[in-house]
């Protein structure tokens, strides 16, 4: 699976829209990027996926660059509890490969 | 939907013995399951991948022995740490894949192992 590079830490006003970016150059044809979120001693938190093109449901919008290099997920209006660890990964779609590989992650504070 | 849990949620054992933690998928079917395990202030390491009816597959490093896999059904699996010593005190989490190839992975709220 395609390694993922992503911020270590930011900040966010509550109430603003978080961009929380990851570089994925290496990321093949056929691979999904995913994003994850994990609240303090929680399980990880599925936020959305896409492929190729932008995606949006009820938590974020996920932009990914016309070359499939890059991604944002977009938190539109943050709040405290969206505070976490959110993690960047990219999966292959193949069956029987379905493994996920956590990276660091971006540690997201939301500041009142 | 996709609702996973896991019983315990926290555990305190002796050293020596065993711990079982169950993983269930409460509102599907997983023909797949996740074993990772999480260190204080590190991300989460896949230890195994679990198939329904199959053994599991154990990432390089992980102790097949010692890190029994159970999944006996689409919507069980367990995960026996067998003499647990200090150094398995972690935070092991599960996950399952709800279908197969581009579906998602949920993941449980986690099991915290402390070996005294």
């Known amino acids: 699976d395609a390694k993922t590079t992503q911020p270590p830490s930011m900040d966010c006003a509550e109430g603003r829209a978080a961009n929380l970016p990851c570089n994925h150059s290496?990321?093949?044809?056929?691979?999904?990027v995913y994003w994850y979120r994990q609240i303090h001693s929680q399980g990880p938190q599925y936020i959305i996926h896409?492929?190729?093109n932008n995606e949006t449901n009820e938590m974020a919008s996920l932009i990914i660059t016309e070359d499939r290099k890059s991604s944002t997920l977009i938190l539109p209006h943050a709040t405290l509890r969206d505070t976490a660890v959110y993690y960047c990964?990219?999966?292959?779609?193949?069956?029987?490969?379905?493994?996920?590989?956590f990276g660091t992650g971006t540690r997201l504070t939301i500041i009142p | 939907g996709a609702v996973v849990s896991q019983h315990p949620s926290w555990v305190i054992c002796k050293s020596g013995t065993s711990v079982k933690i169950e993983c269930r998928s409460l509102?599907?079917?997983?023909?797949?399951m996740f074993w990772y395990r999480q260190f204080p202030k590190q991300s989460l390491m896949l230890m195994a991948t679990?198939?329904?009816?199959?053994?599991?597959?154990?990432e390089q490093g992980v102790e097949k022995d010692k890190f029994l896999i159970n999944h006996a059904s689409l919507t069980l699996s367990t995960l026996t740490v067998t003499s647990a010593h200090p150094e398995d005190s972690s935070f092991y989490i599960c996950?399952?894949?709800?279908?197969?190839?581009?579906?998602?992975?949920?993941f449980g709220p986690g099991t915290r192992l402390t070996v005294l």
């Open positions: 679990s198939n329904e009816g199959s053994k599991a597959t154990y």
């Open positions: 896409g492929l190729k």
């Open positions: 996950s399952a894949l709800r279908g197969a190839g581009t579906d998602t992975q949920y």
């Open positions: 290496t990321i093949s044809g056929n691979e999904y």
């Open positions: 990964i990219v999966r292959s779609p193949n069956f029987g490969n379905e493994k996920l590989t």
């Open positions: 509102d599907f079917q997983a023909t797949t």
